[in-house]
């Protein structure tokens, strides 16, 4: 069992930065993690917006790239999701996710882009 617990979202203007956070209760080794995130209006559907491997590879959804990026902590058991030049299509709410077998996911954290 792992518990991930997202932070660092809020309000704020088109063209803002945000940086999330997602702090998980143990260390996830080697395993892969990532941001996803829901729409208002979307409630089923969840897009990947960043993912990170242990060895630090990384990949992105096109809508983000040049924008975010996502880094993980090991000594802190923590990953992070730098959002730059944020747009309105960027709200929702941005969900942490784990890959241990099982999926794992926080209750995420809401980013709200106002144009």
């Known amino acids: 069992q792992v518990q991930l617990v997202e932070s660092g979202g809020g309000l704020v203007q088109a063209g803002g930065s945000l940086r999330l956070s997602c702090a998980a209760s143990?260390?996830?080794?080697?395993?892969?993690m990532g941001w996803y995130r829901q729409a208002p209006g979307k409630q089923r559907e969840r897009e990947l917006v960043?993912?990170?491997?242990?060895?630090?590879?990384?990949n992105y959804a096109d809508s983000v790239k040049g924008r975010f990026t996502i880094s993980r902590d090991n000594a802190k058991n923590t990953v992070y999701l730098q959002m730059n030049s944020l747009k309105p299509e960027d709200t929702g709410v941005y969900y942490c996710?784990?890959?241990?077998?099982?999926?794992?996911w926080g209750k995420g954290t809401l980013v709200t882009v106002s144009s």
């Open positions: 996710n784990a890959e241990l077998g099982i999926q794992y």
């Open positions: 143990r260390s996830i080794g080697s395993n892969a």
């Open positions: 960043a993912r990170i491997r242990s060895g630090g590879s990384t």
